[in-house]
């Protein structure tokens, strides 16, 4: 059985930095793509970032420059380093494993539980 378990979230001055952490276990992590999302309230959940087996990324217009995902195979873990964060960055980051090893994204039904990242203006 997969699982994801993000880490990281929390409160931080527009400006600011963060970096969330997901480790992954019960699966052959080097040969999956893996996303981060994010849910503000009352909006949909949006693909922010994604890193496929080649190292190739994918990020969500609004935050190009600002965020990078780096993956370590050896340590099953894929990490959001978010920096400039803004308020409108503000929503529950949840990890995800991807269905294919490549690019673009197609993630699976398999979701961490989030973690809240809160910016204040």
């Known amino acids: 059985q997969v699982q994801l378990v993000e880490s990281g979230g929390g409160l931080v001055q527009a400006g600011g930095s963060l970096t969330l952490s997901c480790a992954a276990s019960?699966?052959?992590?080097?040969?999956?793509?893996m996303g981060w999302y994010r849910q503000a309230p009352g909006k949909q959940r949006e693909l922010v970032a994604a890193?496929?087996?080649?190292?190739?990324?994918m990020y969500l217009e609004s935050v190009k420059g600002r965020f990078t995902i780096p993956r370590d195979n050896g340590k099953n873990m894929v990490y959001l380093q978010m920096n400039s964060l803004k308020p409108e960055d503000t929503a529950v980051y949840y990890c995800n494993i991807g269905r294919f090893s490549a690019l673009p994204y197609r993630p699976s039904n398999t979701w961490g539980q989030g973690t809240q990242v809160t910016v204040s203006s």
């Open positions: 019960g699966t052959v992590f080097s040969v999956n793509s």
């Open positions: 890193i496929s087996v080649g190292y190739t990324t």
